[in-house]
């Protein structure tokens, strides 16, 4: 009872069917298989950022290549027609895979052969032996892929498999190989490109199998037994390659942590300090190279664990040790020097930080000595009422966690000339008073934007005294 609950509610959360649409995704896949047009000028495109970002390792732009690569929808499309059994649709998608390649091929070959930088970065190398771990990228990112296409509302999941599968690199990658004249990086390149594309399109294959998407025409049990098989061989020989590279990978970290525990360890153990270790390769013989400092170690030592390695079925090792004729007082103190003299160089870029800072201020004081002069002497011009004219700057502390500069304005202006008091003229006197306040505050304003604009100030205050 509990594991038919189990595979009930399993199902219902893993059920994709009820939300599939199958024209639309047969229409979405089929009309963005040809390369021509703007597809192409994408390819382009994509193919230079790839073989740029491959050049400069910047993994941004490699993953801009990626996600504007129009290689996704062929590859799709060879899954999406072995499904559903469309002829047509195989041989338009492996014509354009295959012209799309090509292309990328191209322009990333021109790329590194007038480049002039074409050393192998990092992500050069990332991609030149690719593992049975990339074969799984690509099968749960094809998956992903063909899910993503084939519901009613459309996610935003293909930008996500681009990046995670990453074809066009690879192929850039092998371009790079065949510019610089590396078979190596060529194959190794090209073969993750491949995986990638073969992997990709068999899980959409399998996942429109999953959906039972209608064939378009009918094949006998016995001929779709013998493709299964077919395909089953062809896929087991194009793994091989990749469990092999994984098996290296996993032996070479297997065989640096033994070394690691057996050799390295046991050397600083007895006092003595390790600069650094690595493992060289000869034709015949491979060495495990340890720069020492410190006292001289004795070449029985050496003897020994060679012995210890032979023994731990690492004999076609031998350790070769490197010393340097320097104490480990002199390497400290070595270090105390690179650290002090770091240290002493970024005081003096500090300081001289401080210096710019210091004349970049008194610069700026300085024009706006020059600006609030000119301003003072057009206000002057500009409104001949103006008697006195002073600008300052102030702090307004209306927010304590975040004062503010402004631009403070004092204006005295000119007093009219009055008559007599009388009875009869105060009431005028009055009238003109308030028009002339009136007046006073129009200029205010005109006032405050113009010097805005002139001293470039986002806050002016004007007072005025009469």
């Not at 994984?246 to 390790?274: A, H, P, Q």
Request: glycine fraction near 6%; charged fraction near 20%; proline fraction near 3%.
């Amino acid at each position: 009872m509990f594991f038919q609950a189990l595979k009930k509610s399993l199902g219902h959360i893993l059920n994709i069917q009820h939300e599939t649409d199958e024209p639309g995704t047969i229409r979405e896949i089929n009309d963005k298989i040809p390369i021509r047009g703007n597809n192409t000028w994408m390819l382009i495109c994509s193919a230079m950022l790839a073989s740029i970002g491959l050049d400069t390792s910047s993994g941004a732009v490699i993953i801009g290549a990626m996600l504007i690569s129009p290689l996704m929808s062929p590859i799709l499309g060879v899954g999406l027609s072995v499904g559903i059994n469309d002829r047509e649709m195989l041989i338009a998608s492996i014509k354009n895979l295959a012209l799309a390649a090509a292309a990328g091929l191209l322009v990333s070959t021109l790329y590194f052969s007038i480049t002039p930088l074409g050393e192998p970065t990092n992500e050069l190398l990332a991609r030149t032996q690719p593992t049975l771990l990339d074969v799984m990228v690509a099968i749960f990112g094809g998956i992903a892929g063909i899910i993503s296409i084939s519901r009613s509302d459309r996610s935003n999941a293909i930008p996500g498999v681009a990046i995670a599968t990453a074809l066009m690199p690879p192929l850039c990658t092998a371009g790079f190989g065949l510019a610089v004249g590396r078979i190596d990086y060529f194959f190794g390149g090209f073969y993750l490109f491949f995986i990638n594309a073969v992997f990709i399109s068999l899980s959409t294959y399998m996942i429109v199998k999953y959906l039972h998407f209608h064939t378009k025409s009918y094949v006998d049990q016995a001929k779709q037994k013998r493709v299964a098989q077919i395909m089953g061989i062809m896929l087991f020989i194009v793994v091989l390659p990749s469990v092999y590279f994984l098996y290296n990978v996993y032996v070479g970290v297997k065989t640096k942590k033994k070394i690691e525990s057996l050799v390295i360890t046991d050397f600083t153990d007895r006092n003595n300090e390790v600069l650094k270790w690595e493992m060289q390769e000869t034709d015949s013989l491979k060495y495990i190279k340890i720069y020492s400092v410190g006292k001289q170690v004795d070449e029985k030592l050496v003897q020994h664990y060679n012995q210890v390695l032979a023994q731990n079925s690492l004999k076609q090792y031998r350790v070769r040790l490197v010393q340097l004729d320097v104490s480990p007082e002199e390497v400290q103190q070595i270090a105390y020097d690179i650290t002090h003299n770091l240290t002493q160089d970024m005081l003096k870029t500090m300081e001289l930080q401080k210096l710019q800072e210091q004349r970049s201020d008194s610069v700026r004081r300085q024009q706006l000595h020059l600006s609030r002069s000119s301003a003072t002497q057009d206000l002057k011009l500009l409104f001949p009422e103006i008697q006195k004219v002073q600008v300052g700057e102030m702090i307004s502390t209306t927010n304590p966690a975040k004062p503010d500069t402004v631009t403070l304005v004092m204006l005295d202006w000119r007093k009219p000339e009055t008559a007599e008091a009388t009875a009869n003229n105060a009431k005028k006197k009055a009238a003109e008073q308030k028009q002339r306040t009136a007046q006073v505050k129009e200029y205010e304003g005109r006032i405050r934007s113009y010097l805005a604009s002139k001293l470039q100030r986002d806050s002016v205050r004007v007072v005025s005294t009469f």
